[in-house]
């Protein structure tokens, strides 16, 4: 038995890609694995009146199970309704590695997909990003395709070093392959090591002038940034003093970002800072209250810190908020 995501009540990103184009701002693109963090994006999405995409992993989706992911979309569905005006959901597979898992997530409720064929030998991400956008748009579900390679960690996929996308292949590429998406490399990395600088030192750049190549290439195309999380100094001091044993390290300035959501950017991937946010909260309580051990009492506070960083974003990095009238 399939599902389609429309019985779910989840839309695609056809629409919210179109209207991020036209009004300047991006959609953000949080991913989740638990329930606290889907109730955090969830919750902030809604108090700021912002579109959201629901990303999961393929790592993500063996963690928490296929069939209850599934459910707990529908289930944010519905609680949107209870907690102030719902937005238009979409859920998401990350970094999709195969036809196969592609196909399952379709069948399975997800409005929208990842594949990652930017490991592979062009004509070989060009054959299978089609074969996965001609089974997708069967069911009305867009699809997310990638040229160049992120430094760091593409889920399973490993690259030791960026490989910036080359703007004289994405005409080729998207017409080809019939994708509604496509992600770029222009020197954003995943992870929480994304930089490794000394106080005071500069950090680089993105390659804005590759994106504008890009976009000049690809009218009215939307683009996606992964590994887009800003790595708030907060939460890894917090981390640290608390009993972590993190590097010094810095993400994407969210200056940087802002910029990029004006532009024909319109999807952007944040994980890692979730992460930190969530972890800074839980060590904090572990070392201050020591007698507490009821999950409740960690992870909702964790929770709030979530809330709070995910409509920060959403009101002052990526322009989403107010956008669901
Ligand atoms: O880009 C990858 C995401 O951060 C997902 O990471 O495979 O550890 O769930 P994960
Ligand atoms: P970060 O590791 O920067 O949060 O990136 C997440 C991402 O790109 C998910 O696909
Ligand atoms: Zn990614």
Request: hydrophobic share 40%; with cysteine.
């Given at each position: 038995m399939t599902v389609s995501y429309k019985d779910l009540g989840l839309v695609n990103t056809r629409q919210m890609f179109k209207d991020a184009m036209a009004g300047g701002y991006a959609i953000p693109a949080y991913n989740f694995n638990n329930m606290e963090q889907l109730q955090a994006i969830v919750t902030a999405c809604v108090q700021t009146g912002s579109p959201v995409i629901l990303q999961v992993s393929k790592g993500a989706r063996q963690y928490a199970n296929a069939t209850l992911l599934r459910w707990m979309a529908r289930g944010a569905v519905e609680m949107m309704k209870e907690i102030g005006k719902p937005v238009p959901l979409c859920l998401h597979l990350d970094h999709g590695d195969s036809f196969e898992l592609c196909k399952d997530c379709i069948d399975n409720g997800f409005s929208s997909v990842m594949i990652d064929g930017s490991h592979l030998p062009y004509e070989e991400n060009v054959a299978l990003t089609k074969k996965v956008v001609d089974y997708a748009h069967q069911h009305d579900v867009t699809v997310e395709g990638e040229l160049g390679v992120l430094a760091g960690i593409e889920d399973e996929v490993s690259a030791e070093h960026h490989t910036y996308t080359d703007p004289a292949q994405v005409e080729d590429f998207v017409k080809r392959t019939g994708v509604d998406s496509l992600a770029i490399s222009i020197g954003t990395s995943h992870g929480a090591y994304k930089f490794k600088v000394k106080p005071g030192e500069k950090l680089p750049e993105l390659r804005f002038d590759i994106l504008e190549e890009v976009s000049k290439r690809l009218p009215g195309f939307p683009i996606v940034l992964h590994?887009?999380?800003?790595?708030p100094q907060w939460a890894v001091k917090q981390i640290n003093e608390y009993g972590g044993k993190l590097e010094d390290t810095a993400g994407i300035p969210e200056e940087q970002l802002r910029k990029a959501a004006k532009s024909a950017v319109c999807k952007i991937n944040v994980d890692s800072d979730g992460r930190l946010v969530m972890t800074a909260t839980i060590r904090k309580i572990f070392a201050t209250k020591p007698s507490e051990f009821d999950p409740r009492k960690y992870l909702g506070p964790a929770r709030e810190e979530l809330i709070k960083m995910y409509a920060e974003k959403n009101e002052n990095v990526f322009g989403s908020a107010g956008r669901v009238k």
């Amino acid at each position: 038995m399939t599902v389609s995501y429309k019985d779910l009540g989840l839309v695609n990103t056809r629409q919210m890609f179109k209207d991020a184009m036209a009004g300047g701002y991006a959609i953000p693109a949080y991913n989740f694995n638990n329930m606290e963090q889907l109730q955090a994006i969830v919750t902030a999405c809604v108090q700021t009146g912002s579109p959201v995409i629901l990303q999961v992993s393929k790592g993500a989706r063996q963690y928490a199970n296929a069939t209850l992911l599934r459910w707990m979309a529908r289930g944010a569905v519905e609680m949107m309704k209870e907690i102030g005006k719902p937005v238009p959901l979409c859920l998401h597979l990350d970094h999709g590695d195969s036809f196969e898992l592609c196909k399952d997530c379709i069948d399975n409720g997800f409005s929208s997909v990842m594949i990652d064929g930017s490991h592979l030998p062009y004509e070989e991400n060009v054959a299978l990003t089609k074969k996965v956008v001609d089974y997708a748009h069967q069911h009305d579900v867009t699809v997310e395709g990638e040229l160049g390679v992120l430094a760091g960690i593409e889920d399973e996929v490993s690259a030791e070093h960026h490989t910036y996308t080359d703007p004289a292949q994405v005409e080729d590429f998207v017409k080809r392959t019939g994708v509604d998406s496509l992600a770029i490399s222009i020197g954003t990395s995943h992870g929480a090591y994304k930089f490794k600088v000394k106080p005071g030192e500069k950090l680089p750049e993105l390659r804005f002038d590759i994106l504008e190549e890009v976009s000049k290439r690809l009218p009215g195309f939307p683009i996606v940034l992964h590994g887009s999380s800003s790595v708030p100094q907060w939460a890894v001091k917090q981390i640290n003093e608390y009993g972590g044993k993190l590097e010094d390290t810095a993400g994407i300035p969210e200056e940087q970002l802002r910029k990029a959501a004006k532009s024909a950017v319109c999807k952007i991937n944040v994980d890692s800072d979730g992460r930190l946010v969530m972890t800074a909260t839980i060590r904090k309580i572990f070392a201050t209250k020591p007698s507490e051990f009821d999950p409740r009492k960690y992870l909702g506070p964790a929770r709030e810190e979530l809330i709070k960083m995910y409509a920060e974003k959403n009101e002052n990095v990526f322009g989403s908020a107010g956008r669901v009238k």
